[in-house]
């Protein structure tokens, strides 16, 4: 079984001179029955207000991990404060006693401020000189209840994108509200990761042990969708729609569009949703406007954007409406889970309501609308909550 690619636009036919479309790419990772070798570090917050039982937490997940990795696996462990501490740099889990482990972790106190830029760069360090290979992830769990000590959050993008250029993918967690939730995400977006937030310190146990149990189904190491358009055609904006609903930076190669990907996993399909503007071209024609190719992996895979150009009224009026939805939801969700202020919910609710005008469905506005409503009451930690609920698609989603 091999990986797929395939696209929907949600605009077969277009006019002579071309417009804008949206197009929903899904791919399928082909199954395997081998285990991904797993290069982890743990990146723990030890300042001051990581006692009060946090960091007794911390050890307990960390036991969790333990059980959970293999002979050939890579563990390091990181804390930091004031000031960075390498607890164990990174070595095969088969060459070093348990026991030993969890004592240089029981003997990491918790002081002063946080500097979690300086964290996640040691970190990566210790990753970096460890193999590579398409079933190799890497991954960086990191956890803060505090926020740094000198960087806002668009320094932090940077570092993640130097992360994920060594095959690194950042899993931020941030616990409790007094945390910057906008490195948190700037971290584990930009990085090809996830980002989450942790309601109670015992749920510490669950964020470690899911993933790094993931990490082990990876088939692909961070691989990338590469976006070959003809002359004319623009791509305007992307959006990851899952694993997790994030903006994509594009990137450019020469003249190819490059979007980035977390790690494929075993059967976890993941979704991208672009916009695009289709250039003019002759009636009667059907063209592809942009080739694909998805790059990282062992075979090459690939699609093609085609549109047709006609000025049939009926056919112009033929629509896939769920390919529109899902990038319209996409988007809104993207944006809700950012939103810190009147204004960005006022500019939320707008495009909720332009999109129930242009589609005229109620459903998928409702939910959106719930959410803005629960963010509009809610107190600090639940706001917290729902934003990451917002940025999750469920499997059995109605655009499945």
Known sequence: MTTTISQTVNRPYVPEQG??????????????????????????????????????????????????????DYLSIVTFDNEVEVVMDATRWGDIDREEVQERLDAVDTRGGTDIYAGVETAKKTLR??????????????????????RKSPEFEPL????ADGGISIYSAG???????????????????????????????????????????????????????????EIA????????VQQVDLEYDGDSVVVRLPDLQNHENQKIVLKMDAPGHDVGTTEAIADVELQGLSETVSTAVEVSYTDDEEKLAQKQSDTFLAYRDTKI????????????????????????????????????????????????????????????????????
């Open 129 to 150: 000189e460890l193999p590579e290979g398409n079933q190799i992830s890497k991954r960086i769990l990191l956890l803060s209840d505090g926020r740094d000590l000198n």
């Open 333 to 400: 969700r993207s944006q809700l889970a950012q939103a810190d202020s009147e204004d960005d919910l006022e500019e939320v609710k707008e495009l909720i309501d332009e999109t129930e005008i242009i589609t005229e469905d109620t459903s998928v506005v409702d939910d959106l609308r719930q959410d803005v409503t629960r963010i509009e009451g809610g107190d600090e930690e639940k706001v917290r909550k729902v934003q990451e609920n917002t940025t999750v698609v469920y499997d059995g989603s109605r655009f499945d």
């Open 19 to 72: 417009g804008g479309i949206s197009c929903e790419f899904v791919i399928e990772p082909e199954g395997s029955d081998e285990t991904a070798e797993r290069h982890i570090s743990m990146c723990v917050d030890s300042s001051g207000s990581m006692g009060y039982g946090k960091m007794r937490q911390v050890r307990d997940a960390a036991e969790l991990v333990f059980g959970l990795l293999n002979d050939d």
């Open 160 to 163: 993640a994108k130097a992360v």
């Open 237 to 244: 904006e992307a959006y990851r729609r899952r694993p997790q």
């Open 175 to 233: 616990i409790g509200t007094n945390y910057d939730q906008d490195i948190i995400r700037t971290l584990g977006e930009h990085s090809q990761g996830r980002w989450t937030h942790v309601d109670k310190p015992v749920d510490i146990r669950s964020f470690f042990g899911d993933v790094v149990e993931e990490a082990s189904t990876v088939v692909a190491n961070n691989p990338r969708l590469v976006i070959d358009p003809i002359p004319g055609c």
